[in-house]
């Protein structure tokens, strides 16, 4: 609900049902700036300028308050057979302490979230997720199925340690053993009575780590005891920045991707398992979808202009040689590639990497190239 305006600024106000995380007054006591609302919860979006803070996770170590990545837990005897059932990534293989990237599709085949997998025990999976009500997706399956499973929300809230320092940050702390977990791996690990779940994985192409805190009553305690550890490192307080998702390729739900677009066109066919014997939701959707040529596809592309520190609010219509020729979907400023980069959803003929297309902004219209995806490489 929104306040009555104070001059010409209107004010959005929050209430209880915005949900406060067990790191959120350690954010504003750093100087969080702006906040977004995501899984019903707030969501730092800024906290110094955002070239400042884009350096500070590229050349040092960050916190960044993700505990709105709300985990969907599936446990019991047919945790497997469930969870399998919510998405087209064979989750057969994974074992436990490994993590996937594994996205949850609907009857048509439209993607209702993209959340990361993990296999915390032989009986038990959590799902990470985007924004979204999929918790409630998954209770209604669940509720109407044979399955000898409890889905629920657990008490669990995830921090991001990003950037070159992280490694150095966390081994400290909790033990060499840090530098030598795999990627996409997490191991339980008590820290001096805060119960944690250390996954190698994280929102960016940097190199980072998620703290999964498993007592949201310690939360606070957590982030003291990093931010400590972590001053002669350079430390500082940050979070999900634009620029990082769009150099690495990151898809953000609701923005790029939504029950609209199908694994395929997004490049995320290789996630979709359509020989898997187990059954998931928009298993014969895909398969119809994977027997025919694409009408449009997902690519990169780099806008001219002045830097778009800010963003844009609203999917922008794409032209290629005057004609309508799709969208984009997200855009920003990369200091390090110093250009303005995004993701433009492109009609078939014009998704050719090279070709000049024209974005229409609301006050002028901008040229820009398309380009393959991702500018950068993950960090190893």
Not at 335 to 354: A, K, Q, S, T
Request: proline share 6%; hydrophobic share 40%; with cysteine.
């Amino acid at each position: 609900m929104a306040e009555s305006a104070v001059g010409s600024q209107p004010k959005i106000a929050f209430g209880p049902r915005v949900r406060k995380s067990p790191f959120h007054a350690a954010t504003l006591r750093h100087g969080a700036s702006a906040f977004t609302v995501y899984n019903h919860m707030y969501l730092p979006m800024a906290y110094a300028a955002p070239e400042e803070d884009y350096w500070g996770a590229v050349r040092n170590v960050q916190l960044w308050d993700v505990a709105c990545e709300r985990q969907l837990q599936v446990q019991g005897t047919d945790a497997l057979r469930f969870a399998q059932l919510l998405t087209p990534r064979d989750l057969s293989k994974l074992q436990v302490g490994q993590a996937a990237y594994a996205l949850i599709t609907n009857p048509d085949g439209g993607i209702l979230n993209d959340p990361v997998a993990l296999r915390v025990a032989e009986d038990c999976f959590w799902f990470s997720l985007a924004d979204s009500d999929t918790l409630l997706w998954a209770q209604g399956l669940a509720a109407n199925g044979d399955y000898a499973v409890t889905v629920s929300e657990p008490d669990v809230s995830p921090l991001q340690v990003q950037g070159p320092r992280s490694t150095e940050l966390l081994a400290g702390l909790l033990g060499d053993w840090v530098r030598e977990l795999g990627f996409y791996r997490f191991r339980e690990f008590d820290f001096d009575g805060i119960p944690l779940l250390v996954g190698r994985m994280g929102y960016s192409r940097e190199r980072c780590f998620e703290l999964f805190l498993r007592d949201a009553e310690l939360g606070e305690a957590l982030w003291q005891r990093l931010w400590e550890a972590g001053q002669p490192l350079g430390i500082s307080a940050g979070a999900p920045h634009l620029a990082l998702r769009l150099e690495a390729g990151i898809y953000a739900y609701l923005t790029d991707l939504n029950t609209a677009t199908n694994p395929f066109e997004v490049g995320l066919g290789w996630t979709v398992q359509l020989d898997s014997e187990a059954p998931f939701i928009g298993q014969d959707a895909l398969r119809d979808i994977a027997a025919k040529p694409l009408t449009r596809r997902m690519l990169g592309a780099e806008i001219e202009g002045e830097p778009l520190w800010g963003g844009i609010e609203h999917r922008l219509p794409v032209l290629a040689d005057g004609e309508e020729a799709g969208y984009l979907t997200s855009a920003g400023y990369s200091p390090r590639l110093e250009r303005n980069i995004g993701f433009v959803m492109l009609n078939r003929p014009y998704d050719e990497p090279g070709r000049e297309i024209a974005v229409q902004f609301p006050t002028a219209t901008h040229t820009a190239k398309v380009v393959n995806m991702p500018w950068m490489k993950r960090q190893r």
